[in-house]
């Protein structure tokens, strides 16, 4: 299994199985998905404009739905919150 591990990993179908499993969480719990990517893109353009007050505002807005973000040197990625 390690082996076939690695190399699904290396393909990137783990974290596409990661994404389908939160984005059919996310409708479960009635969170539209294409919102929470347009609030990520607007944070992104607050902080670039370095709007730093109104980047926090949407990072609390998305948590109060639920919605974690981690900011990676690719980009931001968002989790559920349990």
Known sequence: WGAAFAAAAR???LRWADQ????????ERGLDISWVQAQ???????????????ADS???ALSRQGVELLDK???TV?????
Do not use: H, P, Q, V
């Not at 389908?20 to 409708?27: C, E, G, H, K, T």
């Open 11 to 13: 393909m990137g179908l």
């Open 20 to 27: 389908l499993a939160r984005d059919r969480l996310a409708s």
């Open 40 to 54: 990520i893109e607007e944070r992104l353009a607050a902080k670039n404009e370095r709007d730093f007050a109104k």
């Open 58 to 60: 949407l990072r609390e």
């Open 73 to 75: 040197r690719t980009g």
């Open 78 to 82: 968002w989790r559920l919150s349990d």
